[in-house]
């Protein structure tokens, strides 16, 4: 089991364009939440998927969308790129029915926007 | 609010030595706390976690709810502990994480 996978590894874009990050969940989780971290900060909660659904959602603008598949890999999509955007995009993947299950941490997406 | 304050970005200790991270909260209701760490070009795992209550290569962390804290302890630094430590809250039930800005740790031989 490769763990969470995340692509890609790096991405730049300019502002105002759109971008969509992947993750795969560890094998036999069902849940997939994504973080923002900003450079010398720790990570920031953005939102989490379950049963394809968004379940809960941090501060975060509407710019910043998901969505979850049948075989719970996870996409994150941000529009009209802004610099404050430029991150490292972090996904983790846990079992939705345990609430105190362990979040496994993918190798993130890291983001410059130009 | 929630809130995870680590006031320390960097900890320089030298190996052998004892080394402690201080982590301190704010939540009203019962939170579950964890230490995550974050080895060079390595992704973030879970140190430990306050439940657990269980010492993992030799680190410890004690809840106190009447000072609001989780500080992390290690007697004797080894130089593989250099590292990011990132303090985080759990506080609903669907696992929502809130972290802190981290402390970075470094020990010198």
């Known amino acids: 089991d490769a763990g969470v996978t995340q692509s890609p590894t790096h991405l730049i874009k300019t502002r105002g364009q759109q971008v969509t990050l992947r993750c795969s969940p560890k094998?036999?989780?069902?849940?997939v939440s994504w973080y923002q971290q900003a450079l010398g900060q720790g990570p920031q909660f953005i939102f989490q998927y379950y049963e394809e659904e968004e379940r809960q959602r941090g501060n975060f603008p509407d710019r910043f969308s998901g969505h979850q598949f049948p075989n719970y890999s996870s996409e994150l999509n941000v529009n009209a790129l802004l610099l404050g955007d430029s991150a490292l995009y972090l996904c983790?993947?846990?079992?939705?029915?345990?609430?105190?299950?362990?979040?496994?941490f993918g190798p993130g997406t890291r983001l410059t926007v130009l | 609010a929630q809130r995870v304050t680590q006031p320390e970005k960097l900890l320089s200790v030298f190996k052998g030595a004892p080394v402690e991270l201080k982590c301190n909260y704010s939540?009203?209701?019962?939170?579950?706390l964890f230490w995550y760490v974050q080895y060079s070009r390595q992704r973030l795992q879970l140190l430990l976690r306050h439940i657990s209550r269980e010492s993992i290569k030799g680190f410890t962390a004690d809840l106190n709810k009447g000072e609001t804290s989780f500080h992390l302890k290690k007697p004797f630094a080894q130089e593989e502990d250099s590292a990011m430590y990132y303090c985080?809250?759990?506080?609903?039930?669907?696992?929502?994480?809130?972290f802190g800005a981290g402390t970075q740790v470094v020990v010198t031989p």
């Open positions: 939540y009203s209701g019962s939170p579950e």
């Open positions: 094998s036999g989780h069902d849940t």
């Open positions: 985080a809250l759990r506080a609903d039930s669907w696992g929502k994480l809130q």
């Open positions: 983790a993947s846990s079992l939705g029915q345990d609430p105190t299950d362990t979040q496994y």
